[in-house]
């Protein structure tokens, strides 16, 4: 397989957010397999135990923060150099208090393997008695936060 091209590589952001935020996870999960067929290894955040595979990196985290998280590409902050995509990522989401929007810096490597590296950095919500911390809860259990 050879490495994307900058026009994959966009068209692949793209379909990220448009799909996510459809909540089309058919959909969502064929635009990431077309990418990245081969391994997926994830730091989400960096600092946290590594996460591996399709469904532990892609799926779970779907299932569990779609319903109640949208994606924005903060404006002029998509970085497409070589295999590699980044961008500032508006994470909008929906709690018991009205909508909040959190930032993280994302970072996606596709390899000439198949296999995508990602690594993301965002302050860690608190395991709390909300939406936003029982999702947490879920996916970060040891609470590194």
Known sequence: MAKPTRQELQEWADNYIALWNAGDKEAWAENWRRMAPGDFRMLDPVGTPEKRGFEECALDAFDLFQPNVHFKIAEGTL???????????????????????????????????????????????????????????VYLPEDPG
Do not use: Q
Request: with cysteine; aromatic share 12%; glycine share 6%.
């Open 79 to 137: 970085f497409i150099c070589d295999n590699e995509v980044a961008w500032l990522l508006e994470n909008h989401i929906e709690t018991e208090k009205g909508k909040i929007v959190g930032l993280s810096i994302e970072t996606y490597r596709f390899e000439e393997d198949g296999s995508v590296t990602i690594r993301t950095y965002y302050r860690i919500p608190a395991h709390s008695h909300d939406i936003l911390g029982d999702m947490y809860k």
